[in-house]
């Protein structure tokens, strides 16, 4: 507040002979305002709104949902960096291709055991009487036999097991991604499978070809049918999450991207 009292008085409006109560730009100060109280000036004063809106801070442009704002103080540079992209294109995270894969499991399992169950049957039946025999002498407190490999499957029905697994696996991932471009187990979980962009920088997109489907299903399918692979499926599932675009090997070696497809 100011301890000068101006003189006079501020204009009339058309009208009335004296000014109602209200704010006047002050006499002595003009960056300030003085309260009139319709008989005479106030010590009571404030900062004009025409030098407030003057030093405004101009409004910063609204950003799209979802988009990170600026980290600092207006008129600094936004160093918080891009938000991740969601939505149908955005690369596909672990958690999804995870579940999808389970999925995926799960129906060439079903889908294997249902081929073979006439297999399965008969060494089950051929299993049956060794088994009871265990079962029979170890509650008459003997040390049953031990199974000797020959009498669970032979080497031809290992053979054909694997040969059925490998060979309904390779189609179910195959076929699959070129026909439709995702497998069962990704089509629950909303992903799909595209051709990566061959440049730095060139978009991802397109169906696969052929060759793409059967790579990717063949370093998908054969680590996981021996021990002695399994150290590629831990790398090739453990892979997405220090790739910059969260590929797995078998889409390095296919040239392929996991994409959300909605």
Request: aromatic share 8%; proline share 11%.
């Amino acid at each position: 507040m100011s301890d000068e009292i101006p003189v006079g008085s501020p204009p009339a409006p058309p009208g009335r002979h004296a000014a109602p109560g209200g704010w006047y730009a002050d006499p002595v100060d003009p960056a300030r305002e003085r309260y009139w109280d319709g008989w005479q000036w106030s010590r009571q004063t404030r900062v004009s709104e025409a030098t407030t809106k003057k030093h405004r801070p101009r409004p910063v442009a609204s950003r799209p949902h979802g988009q990170a704002g600026p980290s600092g103080p207006p008129g600094q540079p936004d160093h918080s960096g891009p938000s991740t992209p969601r939505g149908p294109g955005a690369l596909a995270g672990w958690w999804h291709r995870a579940g999808a894969a389970a999925l995926d499991w799960l129906f060439v399992s079903i889908v294997t055991t249902a081929v073979l169950a006439p297999l399965y049957l008969r060494i089950g039946d051929r299993m049956e009487p060794v088994l009871r025999e265990m079962f029979l002498e170890a509650l008459a407190g003997r040390q049953p036999d031990q199974i000797r490999p020959e009498e669970m499957m032979s080497q031809q029905e290992q053979m054909i097991i694997l040969l059925v697994s490998v060979i309904l696996g390779l189609a179910y991932h195959a076929v699959f991604l070129k026909w439709r471009g995702a497998t069962p187990g990704k089509m629950i979980c909303g992903l799909k499978v595209v051709a990566a962009g061959a440049a730095e920088g060139e978009q991802d997109g397109g169906p696969l070809v052929w060759r793409q489907a059967l790579t990717r299903a063949m370093v998908w399918v054969f680590p996981g049918q021996h021990t002695c692979l399994w150290p590629i499926r831990v790398i090739d599932i453990v892979l997405p999450v220090s790739d910059p675009r969260n590929r797995a090997l078998h889409d390095r070696m296919a040239g392929t991207v996991v994409v959300r497809s909605r």
